[in-house]
C-alpha cells in the first residue's frame, strides 16, 4: 500500500468519525463536560475511548466476514447512503437521547461511598454515553472496511478523530451547545462519502 493510499484511507477514518459523531461531540460538550470537574472530564473520556475501541474491534470482525461479498463498494456506497439518510431525517433525538441518559446516569453516580468506586462509574459513564447512540459508527466502519478491504489506517483515523472531538469538547464546551443541526450536516458526508465509495472514487 501506497503512502497516498494510506494517508487517503486515514483521512477515511477521520472524516467519517465526525460525520457519525458530530453530534455526540456537541452532546458530550452540552452535557457530561458541563460539570465542570477534570477528573470527571478525563474519566469520562476514557469510557468514550474504550467504547471507540470496542466499536473498532466489532467493525473489523463484521467487514472482515463481509469482505467476501461481490461488489462490496456498491454494497459499501449503499448502506452509508442509506445510513446517511436516516442520520438526516430522524433530526436531533440521538443527541437529545444521549443528554437525557446521562442526566439519568449522572443523578445514580453523585455520591459514591469511594474514590474508586467513583472513577469506575464515570469511566463506565463515559462507555455507555458512547454506545447509547453507537449503532451508526459501527455501521459505518465496518462498510468502509469491507469496501475498502483494509481496516489498520481506518481504524487510527477513528482513533486520532476521537481524540480531536474529545478535545474540541472540552475546550469549546459553550459554543459547541449552541451549533445548529450537527447531525445534518454529519450525514450529508456521510451520503457523499457512501456515493463516492459506490463510484470507487475513494
Do not use: Q
Amino acid at each position: 500500500m501506497g503512502m497516498i493510499e494510506t494517508l487517503l484511507l486515514l483521512a477515511i477514518g477521520f472524516v467519517t468519525f465526525f460525520a457519525t459523531g458530530i453530534d455526540d461531540t456537541v452532546a458530550y460538550a452540552g452535557s457530561y463536560l458541563e460539570d465542570g470537574r477534570k477528573d470527571h472530564k478525563r474519566l469520562i473520556s476514557l469510557g468514550v475511548i474504550l467504547g471507540t475501541f470496542i466499536a473498532l474491534a466489532i467493525s473489523i470482525f463484521a467487514g472482515s466476514l463481509m469482505e467476501a461479498l461481490p461488489s462490496r463498494h456498491l454494497i459499501g456506497g449503499a448502506v452509508l447512503i442509506a445510513l446517511g439518510m436516516v442520520m438526516f431525517f430522524r433530526g436531533k433525538w440521538p443527541m437529545h437521547h444521549k443528554k437525557k441518559h446521562f442526566s439519568k446516569l449522572e443523578k445514580k453516580i453523585k455520591h459514591p461511598k469511594s474514590s474508586d468506586h467513583k472513577g469506575i462509574k464515570f469511566v463506565g459513564l463515559g462507555f455507555i454515553l458512547f454506545f447509547a447512540t453507537g449503532i451508526d459508527d459501527i455501521i459505518a466502519y465496518s462498510n468502509l472496511i469491507m469496501a475498502k478491504g483494509v481496516w489498520l489506517p481506518i481504524c487510527i483515523g477513528v482513533l486520532i478523530a476521537t481524540f480531536v472531538s474529545l478535545t474540541i469538547a472540552h475546550f469549546l464546551s459553550d459554543k459547541l451547545k449552541k451549533f445548529p443541526h450537527p447531525e445534518k450536516i454529519g450525514a450529508g458526508v456521510i451520503i457523499i462519502i457512501g456515493i463516492l465509495l459506490a463510484l470507487k472514487v475513494l
